[in-house]
C-alpha cells in the first residue's frame, strides 16, 4: 500500500502562491493517476486536478484552470500542485490521493481514488 503525505500549505494573501507537494512512500506509485482534491468546512470533497501516470493526460477543474498547475516526479515518488493567484474560495484542505494502476485517463471522481493523504490546509485571506 502507498502512504501520501501532502506538505506546502498554508496562509497566503489573495493573489498570492503556493507549491503543495505530496509524498509517496510504501512503493513505486509509477503505474497510478494521482489527483488532488479539496475540501472546504460544511462542503463536499472537489475534485482539483488529475494526472495520469506519465504525466501526459491532465485535467482541470473549471474553477483552478489556468491558474493551478499539476505535475509529478516519479524518480522521487512526488506530486505537485502549483497554486497562483489564490482566491478565498481556495481556502480549504487539499488532499493528494492515488488510483492503483491506472494508466488511462485520470479519474476525476472521488470515489475511483483507492488512497488518500491526511490533507493539508489552505487558508487564502482576502
Known amino acids: 500500500q502507498v502512504q501520501l503525505v501532502e506538505s506546502g500549505g498554508g496562509l497566503v494573501q489573495a493573489g498570492g502562491s503556493l507549491r503543495l507537494s505530496c509524498a509517496a512512500s510504501g512503493r513505486t506509485f509509477n503505474n497510478d493517476a494521482m489527483g488532488w482534491f479539496r475540501q472546504a468546512p460544511g462542503k463536499e470533497r472537489e475534485f482539483v486536478a488529475s494526472i495520469n501516470w506519465s504525466g501526459s493526460n491532465i485535467y482541470y477543474a473549471g474553477s483552478v484552470k489556468g491558474r493551478f498547475a499539476i505535475s509529478r516526479d516519479n524518480a522521487k515518488n512526488a506530486v505537485y500542485l502549483q497554486m497562483s493567484s489564490l482566491k478565498p474560495e481556495d481556502s480549504a484542505v487539499y488532499f493528494c490521493?492515488?488510483?492503483?494502476?491506472?494508466?488511462?485517463?485520470?479519474?476525476?471522481?472521488?470515489?475511483?481514488?483507492?488512497?488518500w493523504g491526511q490533507g493539508t490546509q489552505v487558508t487564502v485571506s482576502s
Open positions: 490521493a492515488g488510483d492503483v494502476n491506472k494508466r488511462g485517463l485520470p479519474p476525476r471522481t472521488v470515489s475511483l481514488y483507492e488512497y
